[in-house]
């Protein structure tokens, strides 16, 4: 099992914006995503629903008098949060999801051994900022990071020196596993950094 690290190429002021729109058409394709089924699907007990959570993220509704949000919930809305990048956004080409602490352990190795880069990537991926959406402050699952067009600049320029080809990671596939896979996501995250930059667009990443 374990947590795993995943991002979407996302324009990040509209998905700011339909926060809380009263858009019914947008709720109702949200519904239909694969992530808001993975999520409706484990929904706890005495807690806000999947469900819940995107009606009062995208329908205005609220949680209570009181209250717009359930804080005591606050995962549910940022999985229901997911399921909206996951209609407004796009995943990746570079779709591969890195293993939290397994696999990013041997991506920060082996990018300091190898290239001279010296990072935490799980810290860079997963930066803590995505206050902008305006959700409850969430206290442990999912994890979320953004870059934005100058963020992901500054991610290019500390990737541009790496050039890992096809040749390399059939020959690593034959003789070491691990660093075939860390080389692989190091270049699916300069992939998909580029991408992004191309596109205009930001890229948001989660964890869980």
């Given at each position: 099992m374990g947590y795993y690290i995943f991002s979407y190429a996302l324009d990040l002021a509209k998905a700011t914006s339909v926060i809380r729109t009263r858009d019914p058409a947008l709720f109702d394709a949200v519904l239909e995503t694969e992530e808001f089924d993975l999520y409706a699907g484990q929904d706890q007990k005495g807690y806000t629903t999947t469900r819940a959570a995107l009606e009062q993220l995208l329908l205005g509704k609220r949680h209570s008098l009181f209250s717009k949000y359930d804080k005591a919930s606050a995962h549910a809305y940022w999985y229901a949060f997911i399921a909206i990048c996951g209609h407004l956004g796009e995943r990746l080409p570079a779709a591969h999801e890195i293993k939290l602490s397994?696999?990013?352990?041997?991506?920060?190795?082996?990018?300091?051994?190898?290239?001279?880069?010296?990072?935490?990537?799980?810290?860079?991926?997963?930066?803590?900022?995505?206050?902008?959406?305006?959700?409850?402050?969430i206290q442990d699952w999912p994890l979320c990071g953004v870059w934005n067009r100058e963020q992901l600049t500054v991610q290019q320029d500390r990737f541009s020196a790496i050039d890992i080809t096809d040749e390399q990671l059939q020959e690593l596939a034959e003789t070491d596993d691990e660093k075939e896979m860390a080389y692989d996501s190091i270049r699916q995250i300069k992939?998909?950094?580029?991408?992004c930059l191309e596109k205009q667009l930001g890229m948001i990443t989660f964890c869980h």
């Open positions: 397994y696999e990013t352990d041997l991506i920060d190795a082996y990018l300091l051994s190898d290239f001279g880069i010296t990072v935490k990537i799980d810290e860079l991926l997963l930066n803590g900022e995505g206050g902008q959406f305006g959700l409850p402050e992939e998909n950094v580029t991408y």
